[in-house]
């Protein structure tokens, strides 16, 4: 009995002690918990601040000390940036280039993607990495192949000129991430449509492309996004006001006011949020499909 009592009283001491967490284990979880913190700030503080700066009047935009919250806030500036008749006309641009670039992105992308993902032929690799490459080179590399293409089309201060060359970025990506999802189907699928009369077209649209909708939803998102914060592209070509997108509008408010010398902060940062909000809208609305689509073809099993 004693033996027993002090093999008890010997153990009890170290199931106790090895209950309690490691020091380091305690280090390593508080500065996780920071950095985390850290990013937040780090992604939020700029987007607060414009939207601080959209609602403060202008002439105490740039008082000290600082003022995180407006103490009288106002909503010229977006009364401004909505009495402009070229800010709405470019709203209006950036809407159609964009939506024309996802919804063709995602036609072209998954009869590619469906091409290269189900059937085998010679030569699929290299053009699948080949697709993928075209990712790589930075928009400044082909500036000017594209503008004597958008030429020798006369396409020049159009808005199908964008179109057409915001997609040589967002097709690759969509065909590269559409085909994983082409590919991780079971073939099963297509043999039991194919036994019931379907042909190859209808297998595709009515039976493949339903199950490819988390990924449908992904690339077109990200192209959407791509395409409506594009910059340099629109601003080689496209001259005249009118054609102008929304970022474009943006950038020219520095000389929209009645001083030539004077920037429009409050303005720009009105015209900063609308842009931005329908972006994150958009992004907490199909989060749950974005991140299906991001982790697809992750986990094999």
């Known amino acids: 009995m004693a033996q027993a009592m002090s093999a008890t009283g010997a153990t009890a001491p170290r199931t106790a002690t090895a209950k309690r967490p490691k020091a380091s284990s305690v280090i390593m979880r508080v500065l996780f918990y920071a950095l985390v913190v850290i990013i937040i700030l780090?992604?939020?503080?700029?987007?607060?601040?414009?939207?601080?700066?959209?609602?403060?009047?202008?002439?105490?935009?740039?008082?000290?000390?600082?003022q995180y919250l407006p103490t009288n806030p106002t909503l010229e500036h977006y009364k401004a940036?909505?009495?402009?008749?070229?800010?709405?006309?470019?709203?209006?641009?950036?809407?159609?280039?964009?939506?024309?670039?996802?919804?063709?992105?995602?036609?072209v992308g998954a009869f590619a993607s469906y091409a290269l993902g189900r059937f085998r032929f010679r030569g699929r690799t290299p053009v699948l990495y080949l697709v993928l490459s075209?990712?790589?080179?930075?928009?400044?590399?082909?500036?000017?192949?594209?503008?004597q293409l958008v030429n020798?089309?006369?396409?020049?201060?159009?808005?199908?000129?964008?179109?057409?060359?915001?997609?040589?970025?967002?097709?690759?990506?969509?065909v590269w991430t559409l085909?994983?999802?082409f590919r991780a189907m079971p073939g099963e699928l297509e043999e039991a449509a194919y036994v019931d009369g379907?042909?190859?077209?209808?297998?595709?649209y009515k039976v493949l492309l339903p199950l490819a909708g988390p990924g449908m939803v992904t690339t077109g998102l990200l192209a959407?996004?791509?395409?409506?914060?594009?910059?340099?592209?629109?601003?080689?070509?496209?001259?005249?006001?009118?054609?102008?997108?929304?970022?474009?509008?943006?950038?020219?408010?520095?000389?929209?006011?009645?001083?030539?010398?004077?920037?429009?902060?409050?303005?720009?940062?009105?015209?900063?949020?609308?842009?931005?909000?329908?972006?994150?809208?958009?992004?907490?609305?199909?989060?749950?499909?974005?991140?299906?689509?991001?982790?697809?073809?992750?986990?094999?099993?």
Do not use: H
């Open 134 to 147: 075209m990712t790589m080179f930075p928009q400044i590399a082909v500036l000017g192949s594209l503008f």
């Open 42 to 66: 780090y992604t939020l503080i700029p987007f607060y601040w414009a939207v601080r700066s959209s609602f403060t009047p202008s002439g105490d935009l740039f008082r000290t000390p600082v």
């Open 81 to 107: 940036v909505f009495g402009t008749g070229l800010f709405r006309r470019a709203l209006v641009n950036s809407a159609i280039v964009a939506i024309s670039v996802t919804v063709l992105s995602l036609i």
């Open 224 to 301: 959407f996004i791509s395409a409506w914060n594009e910059f340099l592209f629109a601003l080689s070509f496209t001259q005249t006001p009118d054609k102008r997108t929304v970022n474009l509008a943006i950038f020219y408010f520095s000389g929209s006011s009645g001083n030539a010398f004077e920037i429009p902060w409050g303005q720009i940062m009105a015209a900063t949020v609308i842009v931005t909000v329908p972006i994150v809208v958009l992004v907490l609305v199909f989060q749950r499909r974005i991140i299906a689509g991001l982790t697809a073809g992750a986990v094999k099993g």
């Open 198 to 204: 379907a042909t190859p077209f209808q297998t595709f």
């Open 179 to 181: 085909t994983n999802f």
């Open 152 to 174: 020798s089309l006369r396409l020049f201060n159009k808005l199908p000129a964008l179109v057409l060359t915001y997609m040589i970025f967002t097709l690759p990506f969509t």
